[in-house]
């Protein structure tokens, strides 16, 4: 993960648990991440503003959002409640105590986790955020809400505390207890351990369709419960992408979204010699190849990546503004060219980059056991392998071992060229890919109403800015709006309805749509979107 990654597109939330964000977009981790050790927020509500929970022995008021019948048509279901969906619930609740949206409407958020939860997997010790506090659910958008941060240190009795450490950059952990803080306020509008599985259109075969049908599975009950509603959101963050070259579904290769709370399972003291090679060069695997020596102070660790050298991540003012809201207006109505060859020109705001002071920390690391060992870096503890593909990985009762060979850097994943030098094996117990995430699962869960797109032209290629499906009337093209709503054939869905994407749409919106940077402002534009007012 990179520093960026600010954001919501979580893994926990996400690339391995289901719907919400997560982390986000590929190899993307804030910083070096905090502490996990507070339980979550909760409090009784009876949707109108005026009952109150308790967090951290302060009161937290209500949302102004009601709790729906189940049998009812809803007017927006929204699957996912990571922060993505819970930008969306801020910026309905703030519209309706502006009174710019008159009626509260009908909202239902569906989420596959037990409870809110943000970055789980990747709460490490030592944490900041890489964004600033302001970046947060609200303040870019309303600064006067009660879900801003500063609001939330005010209703939790650290505010003159935080003032005092001088900083825009809180630690990771408080930011999620904030999340958490944010998240209590709407329990009376999320239904948690609900899976969705399918989302259909409902047509009655005369004009154009009004509703969709949300169906979702209950992890706990396995009962199977659909929905209906006139809009769908869908914000399920990114999935864990794991190179094929590791082997699939061994319980000793895990991906790096699980961390935290999987490798205590696996290695289990404290004192042993284990080995761990962890695959990936962004901030993500620098994290926790410091991380695993720290916690296993007898382990020997191994990071292997494709580039060559660890490379620092570009965070200058200038190249900032890519992630500034009023980017999207620039960059959305560009060319497909245009814009796949900015947000590459980009990729070192966010991806494949560690931060400079990391990368610093690990190469005095290097240098000491260069200084205390000796040059031959194979008796080295601790080794940072770059320009390294894996061959192969056999599996094996006591662990497993990594075939490793030096190859010219690429980004292709299944780079096939000519490998250099000797083959070195590495025995490892524990392999961690910090290999990124997918942001492909809206497509499956849309197939029931791929017969609505448009029909894609014969020489018209998808390039990250749509995505090319084949219905059972041939091949059919997804895109999405400015306002991230999916383009259906013209007459199909009728206006008032429809199916809006967040968290994928990096092709067209920028690299700013995976992260925590835009949410206020984006879910500022969804609500006017779908309701007219936000």
């Not at 992408?241 to 699980?258: E, G, Y």
């Not at 494949?352 to 690391?365: A, D």
């Not at 206006?495 to 749409?505: E, I, T």
């Not at 990096?506 to 609500?527: C, P």
């Amino acid at each position: 993960m990179a520093p960026h990654s600010d954001h919501d597109s979580s893994p926990v939330n996400g690339s391995m648990n289901g719907h919400s964000y997560g982390v986000n977009g590929p190899d993307e981790t804030n910083g070096v991440n905090g502490v996990n050790g507070h339980s979550a927020v909760n409090g009784n509500s009876n949707g109108n503003g005026a009952s109150y929970g308790v967090t951290n022995g302060h009161h937290a008021k209500q949302s102004r959002l009601p709790a729906t019948d189940p049998e009812s048509v809803h007017d927006l279901i929204c699957v996912g409640f990571g922060p993505a969906s819970l930008a969306v619930a801020v910026a309905l609740n703030d519209a309706l105590e502006a009174g710019t949206l008159k009626t509260p409407p009908k909202v239902l958020f569906l989420e596959k986790q037990t409870q809110f939860a943000w970055h789980a997997g990747m709460l490490l010790p030592g944490a900041k955020m890489q964004i600033s506090f302001i970046k947060d659910m609200a303040s870019l958008r309303n600064p006067r809400s009660h879900f801003t941060f500063l609001n939330y240190l005010h209703e939790n009795g650290r505010l003159i505390d935080f003032i005092n450490l001088s900083t825009f950059l809180p630690a990771r952990t408080e930011y999620e207890d904030y999340l958490r803080w944010c998240a209590s306020h709407f329990d009376e509008v999320v239904r948690y351990q609900n899976e969705v599985v399918s989302i259909a259109p409902v047509g009655t075969g005369e004009g154009p369709l009004k509703t969709f049908s949300v169906t979702c599975r209950n992890w706990a009950t396995g009962d199977v419960t659909t929905y209906v509603t006139k809009n769908v959101l869908v914000a399920i963050g990114g999935q864990a992408s794991i190179p094929r070259s590791l082997p699939a579904k061994n319980p000793r290769v895990i991906h790096s979204s699980q961390y935290a709370y999987t490798v205590p399972k696996i290695l289990t003291d404290r004192d042993a010699p284990y080995r761990v090679a962890v695959i990936g060069a962004g901030q993500s695997g620098a994290e926790i190849f410091n991380n695993v020596q720290t916690l296993y102070p007898n382990s020997k660790t191994y990071l292997v990546m494709r580039t060559e050298f660890l490379k620092p991540s570009d965070d200058s003012p200038f190249v900032n503004s890519i992630f500034n809201p009023g980017f999207i207006d620039e960059l959305y109505p560009r060319s497909t060219n245009y814009r796949r060859h900015l947000i590459k020109d980009a990729k070192a705001t966010n991806y494949g980059v560690v931060r400079l002071e990391l990368i610093e920390h690990l190469f005095e690391k290097m240098y000491d056991q260069r200084r205390e060992i000796g040059r031959d870096e194979r008796q080295w503890p601790h080794r940072i392998m770059g320009g390294r593909r894996i061959v192969n990985v056999d599996e094996g009762n006591n662990g497993l071992q990594i075939q490793v060979c030096k190859a010219p850097p690429s980004d292709d994943d299944d780079f096939e060229g000519p490998l250099e030098g000797e083959i070195e094996n590495l025995d490892v117990d524990l392999i961690i890919a910090a290999t990124g995430y997918k942001r492909d699962a809206h497509l499956d869960m849309l197939k029931d109403a791929w017969h609505l797109l448009p029909a894609a032209p014969e020489t018209e290629e998808a390039l990250g800015d749509k995505w090319h499906v084949e219905a059972k009337s041939g091949k059919k093209v997804l895109e999405v709006g400015r306002d991230y709503g999916v383009r259906f054939s013209e007459g199909t869905v009728a206006p008032g309805s429809g199916v809006w994407l967040q968290g994928c749409c990096e092709g067209t919106h920028g690299l700013s749509d995976t992260l925590l940077s835009v949410l206020s402002t984006r879910s500022g534009e969804i609500v006017q979107s779908i309701f007219g007012s936000a």
